[in-house]
């Protein structure tokens, strides 16, 4: 099937480990996206500490907007040159980069400047691009034409990943046919990219035996399936549109989601279908989940979640290691899974009548409203494009 009449987009995500003693990182990642064209440029700065982190955040930062503004990679280059200060010790104003630039079909170009060479992850398995040497000044810029595929990644990374274990673990840190063999061994094809990206990063952590010598930044992209998910978190205040409510929710989605034992109960009502509720604890501090034929999720509702919005916490924290897939079957992390691995658009249906049952508790309609509005923002910032819909 044609990728246009497929909706791919593009997916992105990475995860940065700080040089050991230092309060800031001198790699830097920017990323923007207008809906059809997406920008990743990941600088890597001279040395470590502030200075590192000042070219980089420069030339991460200057690179993403002249790209996605549409200029020549010449005139890019030219502007970075002019503009970094230079390092009185060494005498040199120094970052190195790495540009990925693509659109929702997969067709960009990838331009790499002195960092590790991207990585293609193509139909499971690693390879390399052709790259072309394009000479800019007295810089060699490499330069990739990108024709991705869906399940297609890109991962791009400072040298910190090749230094990785260098005197500690490995004698001449992690070469990149071994990096490649590990990401062929870990990469499941369905991983989101920042759930990718921090798989690298961690295993680059392990091998530095967790006291990093160089910062070290993986950044990947994905193409993937345009996946649509409508999330329903309590009824309307107008008892008397809780049909037409549930029916714009069970409209022109993919997946389905039910937060509230009282938002499941109308939904039921409404579609016509019984309500069953699992009696099993897979964590004890998570409510059960419940079943109703043609919804893909039924979850307790506040208490849920809370522990979605703790999840979500770590899982936009670009320094945070642990695994962005969830094994459990608690309803927190099957949410979690849809959400942050699969849903690349969320609808939320937010009902604001009062629950009655919730009277004298804890929890109210601003608790709630406050737990989606921080849930948004977390989402927005992994890349989705979120709507709330008030009723």
């Known amino acids: 099937m044609d990728k246009e009449l497929k909706q791919l987009c593009v997916e992105y995500g990475y995860t940065s480990l700080n040089h050991y003693g230092e309060e800031l990182c001198g790699d830097n990642v920017e990323m923007t996206s207008d809906g059809e064209w997406t920008t990743l ?36 280059v030219d502007t970075i040159i002019q503009t970094l200060p230079v390092c009185k010790e ?33 139909h499971g398995h690693t390879c390399d691009f052709p790259r072309n040497e394009l000479q800019i000044r007295d810089k060699r810029v490499f330069v990739t034409e990108l024709e991705l595929d869906e399940g297609d990644m890109v991962f ?6 090749i230094h990785a274990g260098i005197g500690q673990m490995l004698n001449f840190g992690w070469q990149r046919k071994e990096i490649m063999e590990h990401l062929d061994r870990s990469v499941d094809p369905h991983m989101s990219a920042r759930a990718a990206a921090c798989l690298l990063a961690s295993a680059c952590n392990d ?6 010598g160089d910062d070290t ?18 009824p309307p205040v107008d008892k008397e549109r809780d049909e037409e409510y549930v029916h714009r929710f069970m409209m022109d989605t993919d997946k389905r989601i039910v937060c509230g034992g009282t938002t499941s109960q109308v939904v039921a009502r409404c579609t016509g279908r019984k309500l069953k509720t699992s009696f099993d604890f897979p964590d004890k501090d998570v409510p059960p989940i419940g079943f109703i034929d043609g919804i893909d999720l039924v979850t307790e509702g506040v208490i849920t979640l809370r522990r979605l919005l703790t999840l979500s916490d770590k899982y936009v924290s670009v320094k945070d290691l642990t695994p962005k897939t969830y094994a459990k079957k608690d309803g927190g992390s099957l949410l979690a899974n849809i959400i942050f691995e699969e849903a ?3 609808v939320f249906f937010v009902g604001q009548n009062v629950n009655a049952a919730h009277q004298g508790l804890d929890i109210d309609i601003t608790m709630k409203l406050k737990l989606v509005e921080r849930l948004a923002d977390n989402l927005r910032c992994m890349g989705k494009n979120v709507v709330v819909n008030y009723d």
């Open 156 to 161: 791009v990374m400072s040298d910190g990943t």
């Open 90 to 122: 060494r005498g040199v104003a120094y970052s190195t980069f790495s540009i990925i630039h693509v659109n929702n079909q997969g067709k960009g170009h990838l331009f790499e400047f002195d960092n590790p060479e991207a990585i293609w992850y193509h």
């Open 344 to 346: 690349t658009h969320v």
């Open 217 to 234: 930044t993986v950044a990947a992209i994905r193409m993937r399936p345009r996946t649509m998910v409508h999330i329903m978190v309590g």
């Open 41 to 76: 440029v990941l600088a890597d700065g001279l040395g470590s500490g502030v200075k590192a982190n000042i070219l980089s955040t420069l030339t991460s930062k200057i690179l993403c907007t002249m790209v996605a503004g549409g200029a020549d990679i010449e005139d890019c």
């Open 207 to 212: 091998l530095y035996l967790d006291r990093p």
